[in-house]
T-cell receptor, first 114, second 116 residues
């Protein structure tokens, strides 16, 4: 158990819909990262928040947005869903803004868009 | 731009044997980190080992060691005494300095199958 909690674990929805994925980082971790794992794109970094502020951005679509709340949990919002958004979405956390060492990954939220 | 290459889509190893999973990287950044993660069929990402670009010695964590050859830009994972539970997808990843070490670039992965 990494200590990172993601909900929901599985989600099935239709095209055009909007979903919210939630992540609670490990106790004491200030940084939260979102990754997308799909068959065609592999594992891709989406976005990072550090203590409530956006820190780094990757290949995140404009239809996607994220935020980190004062209690440090984070939400990834996916809107106007398309079939290609079906993927496993990971949240990870670390203590600081970066620095060496591991990221702790949650178990992922598997999104299926029908 | 950073790039991670894992040239072995699949590898097979006999139980109790050692296996090496290949990883090469490309970066112009003098400061970087290299990671290996394991993803079992259940889907979670499990951290295995980390190597910093300035670390003089190869990283080791139990049965895992990272064969870091900086001049060749390779960071191969060596698993000694393979176990059936080692069967999984293995990802090599790199972080960049500056903005965020947590912004990892992943390779495409290698599926390892351990035979009894």
């Amino acid at each position: 158990d990494s200590g990172v909690t993601q909900t929901p674990k599985h989600l099935i929805t239709a095209t055009g819909q909007r979903v919210t994925l939630r992540c609670s980082p490990r106790s004491g971790d200030l940084s939260v990262y979102w990754y997308q794992q799909s068959l065609d794109q592999g594992l891709q970094f989406l976005i990072q928040y550090y203590n409530g502020e956006e820190r780094a951005k990757g290949n995140i679509l404009e239809r996607f947005s994220a935020q980190q709340f004062p209690d440090l949990h984070s939400e990834l919002n996916l809107s106007s869903l398309e079939l290609g958004d079906s993927a496993l979405y990971f949240c990870a956390s670390s203590v600081g803004r970066g620095g060496s060492g591991e990221l702790f990954f949650g178990e992922g939220s598997r999104l299926t868009v029908l | 731009a950073q790039k991670i290459t894992q040239t072995q889509p699949g590898m097979f190893v006999q139980e109790k044997e050692a296996v090496t999973l290949d990883c090469t990287y490309d970066t112009s950044d003098p400061s970087y980190g290299l990671f290996w993660y394991k993803q079992p069929s259940s889907g979670e990402m499990i951290f295995l080992i980390y190597q910093g670009s300035y670390d003089q010695q190869n990283a080791t964590e139990g049965r895992y060691s990272l064969n870091f050859q900086k001049a060749r830009k390779s960071a191969n994972l060596v698993i000694s005494a393979s176990q059936l539970g080692d069967s999984a997808m293995y990802f090599c990843a790199m972080s960049e300095s500056g903005t965020s070490y947590g912004k990892l670039t992943f390779g495409q992965g290698t599926i390892l199958t351990v035979h009894p």
